[in-house]
Nanobody, 119 residues
Framework: QVQLVESGGGLVQAGGSLRLSCAAS????????MGWYRQAPGKQRELVAT???????NYADSVKGRFTISRDNAKNTVYLQMNSLKPEDTAVYFC?????????????WGQGTQVTVSS
């Protein structure tokens, strides 16, 4: 079983910064892509950013230039540095990872961490 544990959410004023972390633990061989998604009240979950095992990144247009995704493979951890935050960034942020175990790729999600940006 694999667990993804997120941390770093909170309340911040517009223009401020937060850094989210997500650590994977459990029994597995490796982790392929990792990413962050978010879901605002009354809206569908949407992609924020992803990063491959080779550090190729992809961002939603709404966060390009403000957010940076990175990973530490030795720690099985993915980060999301969020700068110049806007009230519309308010959402629950979920970590996602494609975990390889017994030659099968499993899709795992974290429990979510709340990010609230006040105007």
């Amino acid at each position: 079983q694999v667990q993804l544990v997120e941390s770093g959410g909170g309340l911040v004023q517009a223009g401020g910064s937060l850094r989210l972390s997500c650590a994977a633990s459990g029994s597995f061989f490796s982790i392929n892509a990792m990413g962050w998604y978010r879901q605002a009240p009354g809206k569908q979950r949407e992609l924020v950013a992803t990063i491959t095992s080779g550090d190729d990144t992809n961002y939603a247009d709404s966060v390009k230039g403000r957010f940076t995704i990175s990973r530490d493979n030795a720690k099985n951890t993915v980060y999301l540095q969020m700068n110049s935050l806007k009230p519309e960034d308010t959402a629950v942020y979920f970590c996602n990872a494609d975990v390889v175990a017994s030659k099968i790729v499993y899709d795992y999600w974290g429990q979510g961490t709340q990010v609230t940006v006040s105007s």
